[in-house]
């Protein structure tokens, strides 16, 4: 009882969608990939996707939190999207995969935290679906909860997430802007030697291909050999694994959701995920043994909404062609790279009992980018 009142005096609550922050790469000059990007460079720019933060930050030992993804704001239980998850490197404990592997939707906000918090967030998930307008039968929820282990900055054995957090997150969820760094579910990671966190990054095809948007969050929490537009930073920077046989471990975990406006069914959306995969491996991750790399993809196209109550035998959809689909490949693929490089240049040094993480040398970096010609 005494720990408990400690750390309700301690903990400072925040609600992590418009807070200020330095500036992201491109406005430095940064700019990855050729694809334009959606107008706030966010998952949110999927219309309709709504995201919610909320950090817990108590004392010297708790540095933890959630982050909420809305594919869309109402009752997902009733109306689940069509979804896919692709498993780059299993070492994790991401719950709800199976269904979803199965029959290729998601029917609840798919909600991120730390290692050891899956089974208080999933309760919470399950608890607000349940309480949904319309779920009073409901006896069957399968929540998507995904995690990095975060223990390194957070006393992760106090499982100090709340369901109460995890409401709060959802509740607060908005679209527009999406706090990134030291925040939610990344408020304790690492990533590249560096402090990791929350990322995102958007990009909008042309009308003349769809005029589609594929949408990136990440939560950066893994190492390997950091590059940011191609430029060895890590190597140049001295802070990269296997440096020496002493120094430096690639694992850790990242999570990776992507929303697409696209008509994709799973199919599709699952060979979407896999090229977020290629996004991380151009910041230079490489899924080490000791990481869990899940992307979670999910279609907000309202005719591909597979209803609850069936009132027919049949579905009919029309879903984008395959040959129509490269470019939501490549738009992916560069989303994803820059929303873990957001999630770098965002995050702030930590120290505190669990341990220590150094933001990204900015400075440096931007005059390493100078160097090879890659600021614009």
């Known amino acids: 009882m005494r720990s408990v009142l400690l750390l309700c005096v301690m903990y400072l609550f925040v609600q992590e969608n418009l807070i200020a922050q330095d500036k992201r790469p491109r406005e430095y000059g940064i700019q990855i990939g050729v694809l334009p990007v959606g107008k706030n460079n966010a998952i949110t720019d999927v219309a309709g996707v709504e ?19 809305l594919p869309y704001r109402g009752n997902i239980f009733q109306q689940k999207v069509p979804a896919a998850i692709y498993l780059g490197n299993g070492f994790g404990k991401l719950a709800g995969y199976s269904q979803v592997e199965e029959l290729g ?20 998930v399950i608890d607000y679906t349940l309480n ?3 779920n009073e039968q409901v006896k069957s929820v399968n929540p998507v909860v995904g995690e990095t282990n975060d223990a390194g900055l957070n006393d992760i054995r106090g499982r100090h997430i709340r369901e109460s957090d995890v409401q709060q997150a959802i509740q607060q969820a908005v679209g527009g802007p999406v706090a990134e760094g030291n925040v939610g579910a990344g408020a304790g ?16 095809l042309p009308a003349s291909l769809g005029g589609y948007t594929v949408g990136v969050l ?82 907000t196209h309202e005719a591909l909404r597979v209803p609850y109550a069936n009132r027919g035998s049949l579905l009919n959809q029309e879903v984008l062609h395959n040959d129509a689909i490269s470019p939501l490949f490549l738009a992916c693929i560069e989303a ?29 970096v931007l005059e390493l980018m100078k160097t090879y010609n890659r600021l614009k």
Do not use: W
């Not at 108590?58 to 993804?69: K, M, P, W, Y």
């Not at 939707?105 to 919470?124: H, K, W």
């Not at 990671?189 to 909008?204: D, E, L, N, Q």
């Not at 390997?224 to 296997?242: A, F, H, K, R």
């Open 105 to 124: 939707n998601i029917e609840t906000p798919i909600v991120l935290t730390n290692t050891l918090s899956v089974p208080a967030v999933a309760a919470a």
């Open 336 to 364: 994803t790279e820059e929303a873990i490089v957001n999630a770098l240049f965002a995050a702030q040094t930590v120290s505190n009992r669990n341990g220590s993480a150094q933001e990204l040398p900015v400075e440096e």
């Open 218 to 299: 990440a939560q950066a929490n893994f190492g390997g050999v950091l590059q940011i537009d191609g430029v060895p930073v890590g190597e140049l920077l001295g802070n990269y694994y296997l440096k020496s046989s002493l120094e430096g471990s690639p694992d850790g975990s990242c999570m990776m959701v992507v929303a697409t406006d696209a008509p994709l069914d799973a199919r599709n959306l699952k060979r979407l995920a896999k090229r977020a995969m290629l996004g991380l491996a151009r910041t230079g991750g490489i899924a080490s043994n000791g990481s869990g790399d899940y992307v979670i993809a999910f279609s």
């Open 51 to 69: 995201v919610g933060q909320v950090t817990l930050h108590g004392g010297d030992s708790v540095l933890t939190g959630v982050t909420a993804i």
């Open 132 to 134: 949904m307008p319309g």
């Open 189 to 204: 990671t690492r990533c590249f030697g560096f402090k990791g966190g929350i990322g995102t990054a958007s990009r909008k």
